[in-house]
Every structure is written in structure tokens, then in C-alpha cells.
């Protein structure tokens, strides 16, 4: 297990299982902080999971995020990644709408 | 390539910009791009616009944006200031400045890096109504 001090997640192995769950953290920018009531969000996910699955169990616990799912882009740390990217340990996930600079 | 990038709270000062420019004596045109805030944001009248901004992630899409125009284009240098927090109307939001040997590539390069940076930089705009 990797130094967990400055880490934003925290890692165990379930009683009866070997599969090992994890702690994801979750931004929330733009209007979804409004949306949510909060800037993030941590989420206990098994290992394993993609970004989509992470993103449709963010939108189970934030319902006011579900009209907006289709637009919504998701990133890994700082890069855009697609549904199927598998999360690792330490990730941290972001969720936005389209950006809009200039 | 240089490159010099800051995103920033404070006024996009044009004039004090131009001053610390540096030219090569290969280059021959000097591209700027000002994005300036409108008092008009659809059917509304605003007073301003609250930019937020992912620092970091921001930072890093902009080095890539940056890293592809280096491959696609003989560029000099690049410098880009965006401002994030409240920037009233008819006040700067956005500051580029591309040189190059010859204009055909500084326009293409200074276009290439606002439409990039409109779909992948994490910036975003809370309008301020009048």
C-alpha cells in the first residue's frame, strides 16, 4: 500500500472478499458545485470501476447532476478520459460542464 | 518556442505587454488577439463576468495546446494571459500574442489556440446581470 498521508483516498481489503475497495475523491466545478451544494465528494468504489460507473453512481447520490450526464465531461487528475478508463488508486476524478473560456 | 502563459486576477494591461515584447530579427509579424467582455450575453444586459478557472488542469491543457502548435507550425513565440475572477464590460478577459517569420502561420497558430482552448480549458463564465 502506497504512503497514505497525502493521498485522497484510503484503501481496504472488505472482510469477506478479496476485493479491494478505495475512496475516490470527486470536484465538482461550474454550476454543478451549485448543483451539488458542495465543491466535492468522496466515493467508496470497488477497484476496478470505470469512470462511467463512478459517474453514474455520482449522479445516483446528486439526482441534480442526472439532466446534465450527457454533456457532462469528465477528467482524471487534469486529463479528459472516456467512460471506459479504468480508475487506479489516488485518482482524483472532476466533473464539469462544457468549458467556456475566452 | 517560447511560451509564456499566466492566469490571472489582474488587468491586462495591452500597452505595458507590448513594451516587454521580444522580437527575433528572423520574425516578421506579430499577432495579437484581445477577448474583450460585451455588455450584451444573449438577450441579457451584464455588468460583468466571473470567470473560475481549474488552475492546474487548465495550465496543463494549455502546455499541450501549446506543444501542438509547436509540431504544426514554425512559431517564435507565444504569450497568453487570461484573466479569471470579475472582469467588468469592455475590459479584457483574454490577451494572445503569437510571432512567427511570416503571418500565415502566426494567424493560423493564434486561431488553432482559441478554439482549442474554447473546448478543452477548463474555464468557465457566471454571467453578472446589470
Known amino acids: ?102 | 518556442m517560447k511560451i509564456e502563459l499566466n492566469i490571472s486576477t489582474e488587468l491586462i494591461n495591452e500597452i505595458a505587454l507590448c513594451k516587454h515584447q521580444t522580437i527575433s530579427e528572423k520574425a516578421g509579424a506579430v499577432v495579437t488577439f484581445s477577448g474583450i467582455v460585451r455588455a450584451q450575453e444573449g438577450e441579457s444586459q451584464i455588468s460583468a463576468i466571473n470567470y473560475e478557472s481549474f488552475d492546474e488542469m487548465a495550465e496543463h491543457q494549455f502546455k499541450l495546446i501549446f506543444s501542438e502548435i509547436n509540431e504544426r507550425w514554425p512559431i517564435e513565440s507565444i504569450r497568453l494571459i487570461h484573466r479569471i475572477g470579475i472582469v467588468k464590460v469592455n475590459e479584457a478577459s483574454l490577451w494572445v500574442e503569437v510571432i512567427s517569420c511570416h503571418r500565415k502561420e502566426a494567424f493560423a497558430a493564434c486561431q488553432y489556440l482559441i478554439n482549442e482552448m474554447k473546448s478543452r480549458v477548463p474555464i468557465w463564465k457566471k454571467i453578472i446581470n446589470k
Open chain 1, 1 to 102: 500500500m502506497k504512503n497514505a498521508e497525502n493521498k485522497s483516498y484510503q484503501i481496504f481489503k472488505t472482510a469477506h472478499s478479496n476485493i479491494y475497495s478505495m475512496k475516490i475523491k470527486v470536484r465538482f466545478w461550474s454550476y454543478f458545485s451549485d448543483l451539488t451544494g458542495c465543491k466535492q465528494t468522496s466515493i467508496e468504489v470497488d477497484q476496478g470501476i470505470t469512470l462511467g460507473q463512478l459517474h453514474e453512481k455520482v449522479c445516483d447520490k446528486f439526482l441534480e447532476l442526472k439532466a446534465a450526464k450527457n454533456s457532462t465531461l469528465k477528467v482524471v487528475n487534469v486529463d479528459y478520459q472516456d467512460s471506459n478508463f479504468v480508475l487506479s488508486d489516488g485518482d482524483e476524478v472532476s466533473l464539469f460542464p462544457p468549458v467556456q473560456g475566452g
